[in-house]
């Protein structure tokens, strides 16, 4: 199983930005992914996710509204289209895969198989 990140970068306040998740090495549709992201000396969050069988998709409150966390299961991709991007979306944001579903919804703990990280920075 391997999950790879990519999109992050510099952004200014109010700007967008877009992270893919690439996965491999298991059934795609049989997996639900989640993106999270850790700010240096914080726990990592979990910010969206989608179940990639019925398409369920959550939000953390922080984000609902502003990211959309979409799934390609041609290309075995996971997009998440970040708008309006704020100084406290500053962080290295990662993507996870869990068999079937999480556990528990947008939980670190419900995910087995991570990727490496990209980091998203945004400036005043």
């Known amino acids: 199983v391997q999950l790879v990140e990519s999109g992050g970068g510099l952004v200014q306040a109010g700007g967008s930005l877009r992270l893919s998740c690439a996965v491999s090495?298991?059934?795609?549709?049989?997996?639900?992914i989640g993106w999270f992201r850790q700010v240096p000396g914080k726990e990592l969050e979990g910010i969206a996710e989608?179940?990639?069988?019925?398409?369920?998709?959550n939000y953390a409150d922080a984000v609902r509204g502003r990211f959309t966390i979409s799934s390609d299961s041609v290309q075995n991709t996971v997009t998440l289209q970040m708008n309006d991007l704020k100084s406290e979306d500053t962080a290295v944001y990662y993507c996870?895969?869990?068999?079937?579903?999480?556990?528990?919804?947008?939980?670190?703990?419900?995910?087995?198989?991570w990727g490496r990280g990209t980091q998203v920075t945004v400036s005043l």
């Open positions: 090495g298991f059934h795609f549709e049989e997996f639900a």
């Open positions: 996870a895969a869990e068999k079937l579903w999480p556990d528990h919804p947008l939980s670190v703990d419900s995910y087995d198989y």
């Open positions: 989608i179940v990639n069988r019925d398409g369920i998709t």
